[in-house]
């Protein structure tokens, strides 16, 4: 049940300011692109400028040239909790432009929809959490703790943005997080680990007519590759099925020989290379998966010494599991109920996102819910529900108020 507090607080979330302020983040691209001197700076200007307008501190940090984080902080009464919503301000390309039936950046709104490049993943997520601030701050109810509201560069990357946060100290204090990624607003409590690794396999360059007179490094690779198959296999039979997440797997995805200099059809390249794209479940570990790859490595070379490997991990992002007694789960699940008289739905996140650098570095229990098709991110054509987008500001304004609790009230 909502009590007359939280309808009240409720009451004061302008619908049509979210659906206007999410087209005006969408009218400002945000595609990293530093050929053309295009990255997030823009959209985070305009971030920063709505969290100065409702009355948050704000921080602006550069991360590179051009690549800010955003922090915008609501305070509470000290000693509290402090609830986190996170949200990235970077958007993937639109691709071909003329492929879209409205242009990338219009944010057209047609029927309940509007279409866009980043309106899903995640400009309207984000804009949900400021304009949740926004009724709370507009309320006068003190909340029981803070609101932090992190906007980060380059999710779409490799993380800097949220890797700087963390590195910075802001997640610190950080109790719990919402990353506001589009999930349908479902619960999703769970997400996959990632880790790119590439591996070398090194002989010795020689004729082809002569092979002999060098070691040829494609052999070894492709024992290699087998073996990386019999690995996802036993990481399957010992990790099994995820819920959410389904199995693990170890993917190669970029083969390449010659490594260096140009193919030639009687030239036997000195190397051989993989790049793997392995995804990880609970249970599994970016570790210990390196140790396995490094002792395949091993196993190869021990046949002919004169092959060597070398590993280079590129990327590892550890899995995240939050438990659902979590008080963040449990406030939103609660609030979900409230509010739509459904059932909540819990799911898992088969990507990572930048909750997982926050669970992983800073060990703060993340819930990923947020407005938005699941499956329409980096899509042509990709659009956001207006409903949806509505439903997740207001659950966010009861996540805060549940969770960080309510002190004063003066309506
Ligand atoms: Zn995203």
């Not at 490049?117 to 709370?136: E, P, Q, T, Y």
């Not at 690794?197 to 007179?213: C, D, F, I, S």
């Amino acid at each position: 049940m909502l009590t007359d507090l939280e309808n009240k607080v409720l009451s004061l979330i302008d619908e049509n300011q979210v659906i206007r302020w999410t087209q005006e983040l969408v009218r400002i691209p945000s595609v990293y692109r530093p050929e053309r001197g295009e990255a997030e700076e823009p959209a985070a200007r305009w971030v920063e400028s709505r969290l100065e307008e409702i009355g948050m501190d704000t921080a602006f940090e550069v991360v590179e040239p051009g690549r800010p984080n955003v922090i915008g902080l609501w305070r509470g009464a000290e000693g509290g909790k402090r609830l986190m919503f996170e949200g990235h301000t970077d958007v993937v390309t639109e691709g071909d432009a003329s492929q879209w039936t409205y242009p990338p950046f219009e944010a057209r709104i047609v029927g309940n929809k509007m279409y866009g490049r980043g309106a899903n993943d995640m400009k309207g997520g984000l804009v949900a959490a400021i304009c949740a601030v926004k009724a709370i701050v507009a309320s006068s109810v003190k909340l029981g703790g803070d609101i932090l509201i992190g906007a980060v560069c380059d999710e779409e990357g490799h993380m800097i943005g949220i890797k700087h946060f963390v590195e910075r100290g802001w997640a610190d204090d950080v109790d719990a997080a919402i990353i506001c990624e589009p999930e349908e607003n479902h619960l999703c409590i769970s997400q996959k680990g990632v880790m790119w690794a590439r591996v070398t396999a090194t002989g010795k360059m020689a004729h082809g007519a002569m092979p002999l007179t060098g070691v040829n490094a494609a052999y070894p690779l492709a024992e290699f590759l087998a073996a990386m198959r019999e690995l996802e296999a036993a990481q399957i039979a010992e990790h099994g099925q995820h819920e959410f997440l389904g199995q693990p797997s170890v993917t190669p995805t970029i083969l390449s020989s010659p490594v260096q200099g140009e193919a030639q059809n009687n030239v036997m390249p000195a190397q051989a290379e993989v790049v793997l794209d392995i995804r990880l479940i609970p249970g599994q570990s970016p570790e210990e998966i390196e140790s396995k790859i490094q002792a395949a490595c091993d196993a190869i070379r021990a046949q002919d010494e004169r092959v060597t490997f070398e590993v280079e991990v590129l990327e590892a992002r550890a899995p995240t599991a939050t438990d659902r007694n979590e008080p963040v789960v449990r406030v939103l699940d609660r609030a979900y109920r409230d509010l739509t008289g459904k059932e909540p739905i819990y799911g898992g996140v088969p990507g990572s996102t930048d909750g997982t650098i926050l669970n992983s570095r800073a060990g703060v229990p993340i819930v990923t819910c947020g407005p938005g098709d699941i499956y329409i991110p980096h899509h042509i054509d990709e659009w956001l529900g207006l409903d949806e987008l509505i439903e997740a500001t207001k659950l966010y304004v009861l996540a805060a108020m549940r969770f960080l609790g309510v002190v004063e009230q003066d309506l």
